[in-house]
């Protein structure tokens, strides 16, 4: 995979305001990350519907040369048994639903490609 256009990114967003560089990239991540949401609501499991409606996209971990926005299933102990394989001691095993790793595997290929699309539109727009 090669990268390009990413140096002059690099340098527009380090002449933006500080929260105005981050709010930036918070948009873009959050434009990526919308249809790997979309995805994973709609091929979750439906029970009660509160696995289904936890989804949600999140900010991460944050430093000085780190921002994270995440999909995740907010508020619902029960999301990891949903999620993964529960293997009993008897040998038993539960299948997961795998419905946030398989939307995010079904995305991930041109995540990159659409990330730096989606910041150069949003400094687009905040530079105008």
């Given at each position: 995979?090669?990268?390009?256009?990413?140096k002059?990114?690099?340098?527009?967003l380090?002449k933006?305001?500080?929260?105005?560089g981050?709010?930036?990239?918070?948009?873009?991540?959050?434009?990526?990350?919308?249809p790997?949401?979309?995805?994973?609501?709609?091929?979750a499991?439906?029970?009660?519907?509160?696995?289904?409606?936890?989804?949600?996209?999140?900010?991460?971990?944050?430093s000085?040369?780190?921002?994270?926005?995440?999909?995740?299933?907010?508020g619902?102990?029960?999301?990891?048994?949903?999620?993964?394989?529960?293997?009993?001691?008897?040998?038993?095993?539960?299948?997961?639903a795998?419905?946030?790793?398989?939307?995010?595997?079904?995305?991930?290929?041109?995540?990159?490609?659409?990330?730096?699309?989606?910041?150069?539109?949003?400094v687009?727009?905040v530079?105008?």
């Amino acid at each position: 995979m090669k990268l390009t256009g990413v140096k002059q990114l690099d340098s527009k967003l380090a002449k933006l305001d500080s929260k105005l560089g981050k709010r930036t990239l918070r948009r873009s991540q959050k434009q990526v990350l919308k249809p790997i949401l979309q995805d994973a609501k709609a091929n979750a499991p439906v029970d009660t519907g509160e696995y289904k409606a936890g989804h949600k996209i999140r900010a991460g971990r944050r430093s000085r040369v780190n921002l994270e926005t995440e999909v995740q299933v907010k508020g619902v102990r029960h999301a990891p048994l949903v999620e993964f394989d529960k293997k009993y001691k008897d040998g038993r095993v539960v299948k997961g639903a795998h419905n946030l790793e398989n939307a995010y595997e079904k995305h991930a290929d041109n995540a990159v490609d659409k990330m730096i699309d989606a910041i150069w539109a949003e400094v687009k727009k905040v530079t105008k």
